[in-house]
């Protein structure tokens, strides 16, 4: 296993990470994503450790709350203290029926974080991450909330997810003028299906030292190559398509994807994510599984060496549309950028 500096911090994290959006049983959209018990749970998390997996990634909204305590209990059971296991968790998601049971507002961050540290059994949340951003709140009262969690010990270091390239400049405009505890992660959405980052998120990123932590790199499952056409789709996507998944243009992504994997005796599966690991503005990608087998081929998939060309197959089957004014900017730069 290789390992990344988080950000602009000293914290060194595993280039895959284990997603625990799985673990708990939910009701609602949580009943077709999760489901998984203790034992279930406990048995992919001493795969990742035995893999060198250091960080496991959860929110308090996943499954009511309830993948927060199977993670807590999980890692009481099999004794992994914050140097073997890092915990991320989020908030923003609605987490109960009350007004200020949503959002990032001071009194809902607050609550969320005790409640977390209460289920986990921690005295501290080591990623502490704005699942997205709050149109009601004022990013200033999210962030000076952030920072004091942080003096108080509670959390080691602050991330968000879902945060646009502006949402990203802004919240350095404001911890860069008020010396708050700096983001240092941005978990996004990044597929060969679903390539957006690369326009501007990634860049500010890089920029602004904030690294990217992907979600879903297989799209929801998409890119294992079960939902296509001929396929054989049994899982949640058939109930559920999410992230959103346009099969005109991800289908003919999912054909190179077989095709490169006939190449090099892999999955469809494993290629996607060997192609996203060689990506060098990501640095650490999240891989959830149901079973101990689906995760040991996810696993599998950092030792897969993909070579030029098949990654630039891969790149021009997946090229996403660019929207303006990236378009023009590309014809402009065709005598600016070198090789």
């Known amino acids: ?8 911090s000293g914290l060194r994290i595993s280039r895959l990470c284990l997603g625990a959006m799985t673990f708990g049983a939910g009701t609602g959209i949580w009943g ?14 001493s795969i990742a450790v035995e893999q060198g997996i250091n960080l496991i990634d ?4 996943y499954s009511q709350g309830q993948s927060e305590v ?10 992994l203290d914050e140097s073997r296991m890092l915990v991320a968790t989020k908030v923003r998601l609605r987490t109960g029926p009350g007004h200020n049971d949503v959002g990032l507002g001071r009194s809902h961050i607050m609550r969320s974080v005790e409640t977390s540290l209460r289920r986990i059994g921690r005295d501290h949340i080591d990623l502490f991450q704005l699942h997205d951003r709050d149109a009601l709140v004022p990013l200033e009262e999210t962030l000076r909330a952030l920072d004091d969690l942080v003096t108080q010990g509670k959390v080691r270091h602050i991330g968000v997810c879902n945060f646009s390239a502006g949402d990203l ?22 597929a060969l299906t679903s390539r957006d980052v690369e326009h501007e998120i990634a860049p500010v990123g890089t920029a602004n030292e904030v690294s990217l932590l992907v979600w879903s790199p297989l799209a929801g499952g998409y890119l294992s190559g079960k939902y296509t056409q ?10 559920l398509n999410f992230p959103p998944i346009d099969p005109a243009r991800a289908d003919p992504v999912v054909r190179v994807l077989q095709e490169v994997a006939t190449e090099l005796d892999a999955s469809p599966a494993q290629v996607a994510l060997a192609w996203i690991l060689q990506r060098r503005e990501v640095c ?3 891989i959830g599984a149901r079973t101990a087998e689906q995760l040991a ?10 070579t030029a060309p098949q990654i630039e197959r891969l790149d021009q089957v997946s090229q996403p549309q660019l929207p303006y004014p990236y378009w023009m900017q590309q014809f402009h730069d065709k005598d600016r950028i070198v090789a």
């Open 70 to 79: 199977v993670v807590g209990q999980v890692l009481a059971d099999l004794g």
């Open 169 to 190: 400049e802004r919240a350095r405009g404001i911890t860069n003028r008020t010396h708050r505890s700096r983001i240092v992660s941005n978990q996004v959405h990044y």
């Open 284 to 286: 650490s990608v999240i």
């Open 230 to 239: 001929g396929g054989n789709a049994t899982g949640r996507r058939t109930r």
């Open 1 to 8: 296993m290789e390992y990344n500096t988080l950000g602009r």
């Open 297 to 306: 081929a996810n696993l599998d998939a950092q030792r897969i060496a993909l």
């Open 32 to 45: 077709e994503i999760a489901g998984l018990d203790r034992a279930r749970a406990a048995r992919l998390v």
């Open 58 to 61: 959860t929110a308090d909204a």
